[in-house]
């Protein structure tokens, strides 16, 4: 499986429809819009794990500086979760 960054989302968009939009590209096995903990509001991106490395990089050709629900997001691949001190 392979782990896509989507950043510049709306707002309103939610797990659903990343699924369903990302889904054009290959299967999607999991799509996650990070939250605000406090608030509940997306903090404007969010993940998803395409099964494949080659669905993955269609996701990315399809995706990446298109606008979706009014915003031009970027998708790119996932990167390891750098140390915070």
């Given amino acids: 499986m392979k782990k896509l960054f989507i950043g510049g989302l709306s707002f309103e968009t939610?797990?659903?429809m990343l699924?369903?939009?990302f889904a054009k590209a290959g299967t999607v096995t999991s799509a996650v819009v990070i939250k605000d903990k406090m608030?509940?509001?997306s903090k404007g991106f969010g993940f998803v794990e395409m099964e494949?490395?080659?669905m993955a990089q269609a996701a990315?050709?399809?995706w990446?500086?298109?606008e979706l629900d009014g915003r031009k997001v970027t998708v790119n691949e996932a990167r390891p979760l750098e140390k915070r001190f």
Avoid: F, H
């Fill in 14 to 16: 939610n797990e659903y």
């Fill in 19 to 21: 699924t369903e939009l």
């Fill in 39 to 41: 608030t509940k509001r």
């Fill in 52 to 54: 494949t490395e080659e």
């Fill in 60 to 62: 990315i050709a399809m």
């Fill in 64 to 66: 990446n500086g298109q």
